[in-house]
Each structure stands twice: as C-alpha cells, then as structure tokens.
C-alpha cells in the first residue's frame, strides 16, 4: 500500500470549512483513498472514499487531483463533534489487505 | 442494527499472563480484522479472517493469535503479555470477498499490563 503524509495538527473555526490535505504521491492505479477519522477512545469511523472522480457524501467532499498524488478531505461546516484525528489510506480494494494507518491529523475544532 | 461489539471493554492484567478479547461482527459480515493501537500512533494491523479462515497477517509475534468461528464472531488471544502489549485493541468487520467494502470498527478493548 502507498504511503500517505499528513499535516500532524490543525485548527478550523466552528461553522467554517475544514480542508484536510492528504499527500499520495506514490499511489498506483489501482488504489483508492480511504479517509477515516477516530474521535478520542473510540474506533475509527469512516468518511468517504474514491479513486480518481471527486465524491460528496453526507459527511465530507473529497477532491483528489488529476494525477492523483494528493487529496483533500472538506467538512464543509465544522462542527465541535468534528473534533477528532483524521486518517488518510490508500489501499486495493477487494483484497485481503490490511489499513495501513499513519499518525492522521488531528483536527481541532474551535468556537 | 448493532453494530460491531467487543468485550471485554477495559482489562488489567499481569505480565506473563494470557487474555482473551472476543468482537462479534455487523450481522451479515464474514470479514473481521484486529488492529492495535498504542497510546499517540494510528492502529496497527494483527490480523484479517474471512470466512473463518485467515487472510492476513500483520507483524506481530506469534505470542498474538486469532481465530473466527462459524457464525463469524472472532477471539484475538495474546499470551506471556508484555507491558508493551497495552494498547487499545480494535475490531473492525465487512462484508468481505472481492468488493469494495467498507470497514466498521468497534470502540474497542483496553487492554492495561501491569
């Protein structure tokens, strides 16, 4: 599976958009990007996922670039229960392989 | 519907000794996998079975084990802990086979060694 590179942190105000960038510049042409996010003691959740169309769901947009070695994660109104740390994945789907998390970003959401 | 369960949530044990942690999947759902989390890193995978056989293994000595049974539920066991074996460990089911399918994860058990 490709690596994935993530800012450790950042800060958003509650009620603006939460732009969380995902960097895949390895990832073949196979593989999807996966986001999860974990909110503090509990198991990750997922949010959204696509291999090269951007998708929207009722969580988050997701925009991967033309050549797809990078990708944005939008929640398009943060929100406090926003609060949490982000995971980006790439992975082949329909295969015993695993989710090859990395350190995330942990999003704060501020008033 | 319930979602993915594991039991126990918290557990203390004591170096050397041997735990049990069960997860009972999504009804529906063949595939379960188990993943560690220590304290301020992301989850690690352990293992993947489907349809009780396993399908993957991640780097983990051979003191972890798994197994799935029939009706899809799954038991990790860890024997001779190790302080460092503390962590969060999570379930995560799906459907499984070939598609493309998501995966949900349980709140998952705590596991202390003291």
């Known amino acids: 599976d490709a690596k994935t590179t993530q800012p450790p942190s950042m800060d958003c105000a509650e009620g603006r958009a939460a732009n969380l960038p995902c960097n895949h510049s390895t990832i073949s042409g196979n593989e999807y990007v996966y986001w999860y996010r974990q909110i503090h003691s509990q198991g990750p959740q997922y949010i959204i996922h696509g291999l090269k169309n951007n998708e929207t769901n009722e969580m988050a947009s997701l925009i991967i670039t033309e050549d797809r070695k990078s990708s944005t994660l939008i929640l398009p109104h943060a929100t406090l229960r926003d609060t949490a740390v982000y995971y980006c994945?790439?992975?082949?789907?329909?295969?015993?392989?695993?989710?090859?998390f990395g350190t995330g970003t942990r999003l704060q959401v501020t008033l | 519907d319930a979602g993915v369960t594991q039991s126990p949530t918290h557990l203390i044990k004591t170096r050397g000794q041997q735990v049990t942690l069960r997860c009972s999947p999504i009804?529906?759902?063949?595939?379960v996998s188990w993943y560690q989390q220590v304290l301020g890193q992301g989850p690690q995978f352990i293992f993947q079975y489907y349809e009780k056989e396993e399908r993957g293994r991640g780097n983990f000595p051979d003191r972890f084990s798994a197994r799935q049974f029939p009706n899809y539920s799954s038991e990790l066991n860890v024997n001779a802990l190790l302080l460092g074996d503390s962590a969060l460990y999570l379930c995560a089911s799906s459907l499984g086979g070939t598609g493309n399918y998501g995966y949900t994860f349980g709140s998952g058990t705590r596991l202390t060694v003291v």
């Open positions: 994945i790439v992975r082949v789907p329909g295969t015993a392989s695993k989710l090859t």
């Open positions: 009804s529906g759902h063949k595939s």
